[in-house]
């Protein structure tokens, strides 16, 4: 039975989907009955996480997203209503990082790119998304910002800004839709257990233990457990408001 029984039959966008945390948030949406539409660059592993849910008996419908271009954005939020005829959730989870260096020596390409999918992109799904919620009585959305929204690290003021922008976003949304019935509300991951992880840490599991209070990092599931009570109605007073899952290193 689904830890969240609430969850049964809602439709929820996940953006980022093929791999890593939002993977694992359409994993486990579809354990507990949501139907899921996909949104991934890469078609392949966009295809392979449906495909994967249609193997556990779950459903789920792939739409080619890049969350830089509106159009694609429209598409996908449309996407959900051409298939379900209706948007009760979504996961903007979508995000990119690219090389550690000091801001004068940054390239404009990747403060660019950073800038449209991690900052404009959560903008872009957010319109979208409650447009179509305000047609249908309301819903539920969560974006992936980062502990680094919430601080800074040196040598990624370019993605700093980008996550500070997206909960900057989120509490302006929120009282956008307070009273409309559209919650709007943001987890902050610390380091997790993903292929963007080991990217940067050459699949060293152990580098960050040292600045992590709990002295692990973290994994996807335990990001998706915090998006999942987002989007039920069990955080139904929740709203403007952010979930820290980095094993205490905002405390600190």
Not at 48 to 62: D, E, K, L, N, Q
Not at 64 to 89: E, H, I, M, N, Y
Not at 229 to 248: A, E
Request: aromatic share 6%; charged share 20%; hydrophobic share 45%.
């Amino acid at each position: 039975m689904s830890n969240y029984p609430e969850l049964e039959d809602k439709v929820v966008i996940v953006t980022g989907s093929g791999s890593g945390m939002g993977r694992d948030a359409c994993m486990a949406l579809a354990a507990a009955g949501a139907r899921i539409v996909l949104g991934n660059r890469n078609r392949a592993a966009g295809e392979a996480v449906a495909a994967a849910i249609a193997a556990t008996g779950g459903t789920a419908v792939f739409q080619p997203t890049d969350v830089s271009k509106p159009a694609d954005c429209a598409a996908l939020v449309q996407r959900a209503l051409d298939a379900f005829g209706r948007l009760d959730g979504a996961f903007n989870n979508a995000g990119l990082q690219r090389e550690f260096c000091d801001i004068h020596e940054t390239p404009d390409a990747d403060i660019s790119d950073v800038i449209d999918i991690n900052l404009k992109g959560v903008l872009y799904m957010m319109k979208y998304e409650a447009a179509a919620m305000l047609k249908t009585g309301g819903g539920a959305i969560v974006n992936n910002s980062s502990i680094f929204g919430l601080k800074a690290m040196p040598h990624l003021a370019y993605y700093v800004a980008a996550k500070h922008g997206v909960l900057g976003a989120t509490r302006a949304a929120a009282l956008d839709y307070a009273q409309q019935g559209i919650r709007v509300n943001a987890v902050c991951p610390g380091p997790i257990k993903t292929a963007s992880y080991d990217r940067v840490t050459g699949g060293d599991d152990h580098m960050y233990d040292d600045g992590v209070p709990m002295h692990r990092i973290g994994q996807p599931r335990e990001v998706s457990d915090a998006v999942l009570w987002l989007l039920s109605g069990r955080s139904s007073y929740v709203t403007g408001s952010f979930i820290s899952v980095d094993g205490g290193m905002c405390a600190a």
